[in-house]
């Protein structure tokens, strides 16, 4: 298994900015995809941030411009610079990495989260 610890969520006023750390315990030069994604109560949980592992990012459209993902590959940790934070930013933020196989289903691993409150 591989094991995945977020850390840097908080509460924070509306306009100001959080950085997310994801710690992983194996090279994350072999996890395809890391991302980060979000979940608020009742919600399903959303994808905000992706990185391959040849470093191409994606982020979903609400978040594009304010937010970050990177990686940085000798520490094995991945991050997201969380700036001009909003409301609808607040949730459970989870780290995830997957390792995809073409012989079978994809690898998934999670986080445990770290919560992320936006006040207004």
């Known amino acids: 298994q591989v094991q995945l610890v977020e850390s840097g969520g908080g509460l924070v006023q509306a306009g100001g900015s959080l950085m997310l750390s994801c710690a992983a315990s194996?090279?994350?030069?072999?996890?395809?995809?890391m991302g980060w994604y979000r979940q608020a109560p009742g919600e399903e949980r959303v994808l905000v941030a992706r990185?391959?592992?040849?470093?191409?990012?994606t982020y979903t459209d609400s978040v594009k411009g304010r937010f970050t993902i990177s990686r940085d590959n000798a520490k094995n940790t991945v991050y997201l610079q969380m700036n001009s934070l909003k409301p609808e930013d607040t949730g459970v933020y989870y780290c995830?990495?997957?390792?995809?196989?073409?012989?079978?289903?994809?690898?998934?691993?999670w986080g445990q989260g770290t919560q992320v409150t936006v006040s207004s």
């Open positions: 194996r090279s994350i030069s072999s996890i395809n995809f």
């Open positions: 990185i391959t592992a040849g470093g191409i990012t």
């Open positions: 995830n990495g997957v390792i995809g196989l073409i012989s079978g289903p994809n690898l998934n691993y």
